[in-house]
């Protein structure tokens, strides 16, 4: 929550203002490594609410994209099955998303990950709808590349390669192209260079098209074949995660992808699929009739992207969410069809939804067990009467999912655990992290600082612990050395201000202020940190 901010700085510094619209910064630091729209989006968020004076800005504020980003999402969803299906599957599907794990939590990041969905979501959907009509509007048309270009400027080329993957499946089952010509591309390519490049050519111009370039490798090609940071995994990363990170969509995800998947196909296809003969498959593909198109859009929107995801080297939880609405939908169209006719469930089937039930204990349990993990060992311990009455509640929806999963009635499964999911991130959310102390490092840090240098004058230096969030709360005061640069620095700033790692044969008591301990997540490690000053006093 706390961690994750970039842009600020450049906004806050007089002598950066000018070039971070451009390059944006970290500090003294330029920040290349992602395209600039959700610094752009959290500057102006920060500008509107403090009328043009940044010392007066706050952190909600840069979350606020990701917040507007994330309820766009839930509606997009929500319209797509409108479309496509019933507003019951809009409804259930727009509820899956915005209290699944991994967009509630990125709602709350000052990130550009809920930016970039939002303009990928919406894209495929003006993507649906030009393929479905057959008129050549270009109403759509224009709408759809805008969005391309955004999520370009977003982050890359997420965007681009899930609806290029999306439109070639489409594409080849049919066995037609011509509809491509709907999405006016040579007026799509005008619109996305018009957009892009003018950013592109001031960036490359003010730190060098070479250097540029050789990034803009290192996070795309680079990315793929060697994990970057430390953030590495096997293929089925992600599959094993989203059982987790969309709960409690993920009930029954699995088997209404593989069933809508089945209705996607040409039926030729999906009916020798069955008995796994993948000659006659490659002839029912050459002599097909084709299948329902809101799966085979669907299918064609989580499946390709979803095996490079896996392929790709760098793994990071969050990367397959542009994916999770069209789960939404497939998972929301199952059940829907669930409540018109009964469904005989497979042992595999019962196997997993048993599964899937002692995750949701696990869930209803969690603010208990997160809200003693995370105590601060100086706390003592103490009876919170919200979450025991948070838990009572959790405890009688859980019983409601159990015995709802024991009668097959799924959708009173799915019901009562969304409302397992809302409860718990209200109590996660509004009172287990506000009071963990141990997570908020730099707050702790920053309340110490606050004692010794309430005029917010003393420079700062940071060894080791170099948090983005620092930066933004040091209103950009702070220098990020290492070791060997100590001597230096503290020679510079005779009345600077250290924080370093914690060792005890190498504090001196006259310099020494307090120490601090966390847990520093966005790292997932523990931290012990002193606060010195440079000079005795």
């Known amino acids: 929550m706390f961690e994750s901010i970039a842009f600020p700085t450049a906004a806050r510094n007089p002598d950066l203002h000018a070039g971070g619209l451009v390059v944006p910064m970290v ?10 729209m959700i610094y752009w989006l959290q500057s102006s968020s920060s500008a509107l609410l403090t009328g043009g004076q940044p010392e007066h800005d706050r952190i909600w504020m840069y979350r606020l994209p990701s917040l507007i980003a994330g309820i766009g999402i839930v509606l997009i969803t929500f319209q797509l099955g409108l479309w496509m299906f019933e507003p019951r599957v809009g409804l259930l599907a727009g509820a899956l ?12 990041q000052a990130r550009a990950d809920m930016v970039m969905v939002l303009f990928t979501t919406l ?5 649906y709808r030009i393929w479905q009509r057959q008129d050549r509007s270009w109403f759509l048309a224009i709408g759809f590349w805008i969005c391309v270009s955004l999520g370009i400027l977003t982050k890359g080329p997420i965007t681009p390669m899930i609806l290029i993957l999306t439109t070639l499946s489409i594409s080849f089952v049919c066995r037609d192209f011509r509809w491509l010509g709907r999405t006016k591309p040579v007026i799509g390519l005008f619109i996305v260079l ?11 111009l003010r730190v060098g098209f070479e250097n540029y370039a050789s990034l803009v490798f290192d996070e795309t090609l680079g990315r793929s074949a060697s994990a970057k940071e430390g953030h590495a995994g096997p293929p089925g990363y992600h599959l094993i995660l989203l059982v987790v990170l969309f709960w409690p969509g993920s009930m029954l995800a699995g088997a209404a992808v593989l069933q809508q998947f089945s209705t996607a196909l040409p039926r030729k296809v999906s009916v020798i699929a069955d008995k796994l003969r993948p000659r006659r498959i490659w002839q029912a593909i050459v002599h097909r009739t084709p299948g329902e198109p809101q799966a085979l859009f669907l299918i064609a929107w989580v499946v390709p992207s979803w095996i490079i995801f896996e392929i790709v080297r ?29 469904w005989s469930l497979s042992r595999l089937e019962r196997t997993g939804l048993w599964f899937w039930l002692v995750l949701c204990a696990v869930i209803a349990a969690s603010p208990m067990i997160l809200n003693s993990v995370l105590r601060s060992q100086n706390t003592a311990p103490s009876i919170d009467p919200v979450l025991i009455a948070g838990l009572v509640i959790l405890v009688g929806l859980f019983v409601v999912v159990s015995r709802a999963i024991f009668h097959q009635n799924l959708m009173r499964a799915q019901l009562a655990s969304l409302a397992i999911a809302w409860l718990t991130s209200i109590t996660l959310l509004g009172r287990v992290l506000p009071n963990a102390e141990m997570i908020w490092v730099t707050p702790g840090l920053m309340q110490a600082i606050e004692k010794i240098d309430p005029e917010h004058t003393r420079p700062i230096a940071a060894i080791e612990y170099h948090e983005d969030s620092l930066v933004f709360a040091t209103r950009s005061r702070l220098s990020r050395i290492n070791a060997d640069q100590l001597g230096a620095w503290s020679v510079q700033n005779p009345a600077g201000l250290i924080i370093q790692p914690y060792h005890e044969d190498l504090i001196d008591p006259e310099t020494f202020i307090a120490r601090i301990t966390g847990y520093n997540y966005s790292r997932g ?5 002193a606060i010195q000053t440079t000079t005795k006093p």
Do not use: Q
């Open 27 to 36: 500090g003294e630091k330029p920040r290349l490594n992602k395209p600039p």
């Open 97 to 108: 998303i915005a209290l699944s794990p991994v967009f509630v939590w990125e709602a709350h």
């Open 123 to 127: 894209a495929l959907a003006l993507l």
């Open 194 to 204: 018009l957009l892009v490049l003018p950013w592109v050519v001031l960036v490359a």
């Open 314 to 342: 760098t793994k990071l939880p969050h990367y397959t969410m542009p994916l999770y609405p069209a789960i939404a939908l497939l998972t929301a169209k199952s059940l829907v069809d669930l409540t018109r006719a009964r």
């Open 525 to 529: 490690r523990r931290v012990d940190l």
